[in-house]
């Protein structure tokens, strides 16, 4: 592969007209020709993308964080009713009565039918 000879600066009288913003948008840009100018456009829309995704996904970090923390907030919270209903069913019967949490067996169901039954009377 050979590398291209960089093209002489075009006059100025050739250039093509500059894009209407500049040098309103880019007032900063130092270019010397048009072909600099469109290598600083260019990389100042690399940028802007770049820092708009960084942007993004420093955004995305707070969100996922927020969540984990809502999430622990639930998971601690549902523990701790588990807990409680727990502590209800085996206080309406023994663990040898309503047996412990499975895929075929809840002991807070069972105490509640208990319950019914009793109060049914
Ligand atoms: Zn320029």
Do not use: K
């Not at 209407?20 to 130092?30: L, N, R, S």
């Not at 469109?38 to 770049?50: E, H």
């Amino acid at each position: 592969m050979t590398t291209p000879e960089r093209m002489p600066p075009l006059p100025v009288s050739q250039w093509p007209a500059l894009p209407a913003h500049h040098p309103d948008t880019y007032p900063e840009c130092g270019c010397r020709d048009l072909p600099e100018h469109i290598l600083y456009v260019q990389a100042s829309l690399l940028r802007r993308a770049y820092d708009a995704q960084h942007r993004d996904l420093n955004d995305y970090a707070r969100q996922l964080i927020e969540l984990e923390r809502a999430l622990d907030d639930e998971l601690t919270t549902r523990d701790h009713y588990h807990e409680l209903l727990d502590q209800f069913a085996y206080s309406v019967a023994p663990e040898s009565v309503i047996g412990e949490h499975s895929s075929g067996n809840c002991p807070w169901a069972n105490a509640l039918e208990i319950l019914a039954a009793r109060t049914a009377h």
